[in-house]
Nanobody, 126 residues
Framework: QVQLVESGGGSVQAGGSLRLSCAAS????????MAWFRQPPGKEREGVAR??????????FYAGSVKGRFTISLDTANNTVYLQMNTLKPEDTAMYYC?????????????????WGQGTQVTVSS
C-alpha cells in the first residue's frame, strides 16, 4: 500500500504561481510512476504531469495544456513529488490529485494508477 497526501493548493490571481506537494509513504517501489491529475468542476479528471522514478534516473511527461508552465519534480530523500505551476490561468482551476502506480512507466490516463490522494483545491481568478 502507498499513501499519498497532497498540500499546497489555494487561491491565486491569473499569472500567479503555486507549488503543490505530494508526500508518499508506505511500500513505495524503487520503480514508480507518480503523476498529478486535475478535475475541473463538472468535468472529467485529466492528467497533467508524470514522473517515472527508477534507480537509473527519472523521466517526465506533460499534458500539452501545461507544458512550459508546469514542472513536476521530486525529492527522493523525503519521498515527495512537487508540481510547480507558473503563469496560472483561470482554466487551471480544479481539484488537483496526486496518483501513483508501482513498477510501471505510466502515462496520463487515470485508470493506469491505483493509488490516489484526496486532492487539494486550486482556484485561479481572472
Amino acid at each position: 500500500q502507498v499513501q499519498l497526501v497532497e498540500s499546497g493548493g489555494g487561491s491565486v490571481q491569473a499569472g500567479g504561481s503555486l507549488r503543490l506537494s505530494c508526500a508518499a509513504s508506505g511500500h513505495t517501489h524503487e520503480r514508480i510512476s507518480m503523476a498529478w491529475f486535475r478535475q475541473p468542476p463538472g468535468k472529467e479528471r485529466e492528467g497533467v504531469a508524470r514522473v517515472f522514478i527508477a534507480p537509473s534516473g527519472s523521466s517526465t511527461f506533460y499534458a500539452g495544456s501545461v507544458k512550459g508552465r508546469f514542472t513536476i519534480s521530486l525529492d527522493t530523500a523525503n519521498n515527495t513529488v512537487y508540481l510547480q505551476m507558473n503563469t496560472l490561468k483561470p482554466e487551471d482551476t480544479a481539484m488537483y490529485y496526486c496518483a501513483a502506480v508501482s513498477n510501471r512507466v505510466a502515462g496520463l490516463e487515470f485508470d493506469e494508477y491505483n493509488y490516489w490522494g484526496q486532492g487539494t483545491q486550486v482556484t485561479v481568478s481572472s
